[in-house]
Structure formats: structure tokens, C-alpha cells
């Protein structure tokens, strides 16, 4: 009963390095998100996925790069790591995006990458 | 004006009293509302969804949704220690993602 994946769970870069988070999950979910929180500033949406083979920026996109590699997985790049992107991250996936009145909208969450730029 | 407006808190309650977070929101075209909790160090998870008008009751949660003054609540009965944490609102319009606020932190005293 995995879930949602998310690896790292740490990691510390310096500025200027790249990474690549990577998501997957198991629940046959359409739709893939990625998620930054910093303290009082709530869960603000980088970029997401609504199906398979889309991509769209959310609220906070500069700075990053998404690919939705098929269904299961969800990768996040920073190409050139800065100390504003020192945060936590967060994966989710939903069943599908739209259809407002249910819960398809509820999200599952991965546990987090804890990301430290120095 | 932010799109989900929650006080910071802490809100401190005692233990066995009733809490009462309180959450409001921008967008008239947000049709349903949920709660997440998120402990400290983890990842958020659901309690209460609604996306009717009126109180939504699930065990000690009580979830209310007022469309025309945009303000959705949710009351937690006879609060536990373990009710300790930060509650999350996120409307949802259908489009793209679910906004957050950025939380009510609740403490409950033993």
C-alpha cells in the first residue's frame, strides 16, 4: 500500500547544482502535482499534471521544471538550485481534475523532500 | 486579498472543549471545500470534505459552508491532545488544483 513515493526525503544542495525530485504513485490517479510549503506560507502549487502527457504551471513555476514521465511517475528539476528554493516538497495525485461538487479533487500526498540550498 | 484567508493561530483550546477554525475564501466560483490536517513533520491528510450549504458531521468533526458570505468552518467536539496540529482549508473550483490557506495551528491542553 505504497501510495504516493517521493525520493529524496533530504537532500542539500549548493547553489547553482541541479536535482531532479522524483514521484510515483500507485493508485491509477490521472492527475499529479507538485507542491512547495514554507513556513506561513501555506502549500503553494509549482507545477501540475492533469493527465497523462500535460503539463501546466501553477502559482510558483520559476525555477522549475516538471516531466510526467507515463501514468505512475512525476519528476520536479531544479536546473540551477538558489536558497529561495530551500523548502519542503510535496507530491500528490488526485483520481482526475474537474467535476467540482465531488471529492475528486482530494489530493493524496506523498511524505515530503526536505530541500536545503546553502 | 489572498484567495484563502486563515488565521495563523496557535489557537489554544483545553482538552474536552469545542474548536472552532474558521476559513475564508475569494473565489465565488469554488463549489468544494476541504479540510487537511498536518501534523507537525508530515504530510497533509483529509478529514472533512463539503460542497453543500449547511453542516457536514463526521464523528467529532463538523464541517460548515456558508456559499454566500464564503466562509467555510470546521468544529472539532470534545478536542484531544492528539487534535494538535495545523488545519489546512483548500476550496477547489474544478480547475487546475486545490488552493491552500496557510493554516490554522491548533493546540489542545491537556
Known amino acids: 500500500n505504497a501510495g504516493v513515493t517521493q525520493t529524496p526525503k533530504f537532500q542539500v544542495l549548493k547553489t547553482g547544482q541541479s536535482m531532479t525530485l522524483q514521484c510515483a504513485q500507485d493508485?491509477?490517479?490521472?492527475?499529479m502535482y507538485w507542491y512547495r510549503q514554507d513556513p506561513g506560507m501555506g502549500l503553494r502549487l509549482i507545477y501540475y499534471?492533469?493527465?497523462?502527457?500535460?503539463?501546466d504551471k501553477g502559482e510558483v513555476p520559476n525555477g522549475y521544471n516538471v516531466s510526467r514521465l507515463n501514468k505512475r511517475e512525476f519528476s520536479l528539476r531544479l536546473e540551477s538550485a538558489a536558497p529561495s528554493q530551500t523548502s519542503v516538497y510535496f507530491c500528490?495525485?488526485?483520481?482526475?481534475?474537474?467535476?467540482?461538487?465531488?471529492?475528486?479533487?482530494?489530493?493524496?500526498f506523498g511524505e515530503g523532500s526536505r530541500l536545503t540550498v546553502l | 486579498q489572498k484567495e484563502v484567508e486563515q488565521n495563523s493561530g496557535p489557537l489554544s483550546v483545553p482538552e474536552g472543549a469545542i474548536a472552532s477554525l474558521n476559513c475564508t475564501y475569494s473565489?465565488?466560483?469554488?463549489?468544494?471545500f476541504f479540510w487537511y490536517r498536518q501534523y507537525s513533520g508530515k504530510s497533509p491528510e483529509l478529514i472533512m470534505f463539503?460542497?453543500?450549504?449547511g453542516d457536514k458531521e463526521d464523528g467529532r468533526f463538523t464541517a460548515q459552508l456558508n456559499k454566500a458570505s464564503q466562509y467555510v468552518s470546521l468544529l472539532i467536539r470534545d478536542s484531544q491532545p492528539s487534535d494538535s496540529a495545523t488545519y489546512l482549508c483548500?476550496?477547489?473550483?474544478?480547475?487546475?488544483?486545490?488552493?491552500f490557506g496557510s493554516g490554522t495551528r491548533l493546540q489542545v491542553q491537556p
Open positions: 493508485m491509477n490517479h490521472n492527475s
Open positions: 499534471s492533469a493527465s497523462e502527457g500535460t503539463t
Open positions: 463539503i460542497y453543500s450549504n
Open positions: 483548500a476550496p477547489y473550483t474544478g480547475r487546475r488544483a486545490l488552493t
Open positions: 473565489d465565488r466560483g469554488s463549489q468544494s
Open positions: 500528490a495525485s488526485s483520481p482526475r481534475t474537474g467535476l467540482a461538487g465531488s471529492n475528486t479533487g482530494e489530493l493524496f
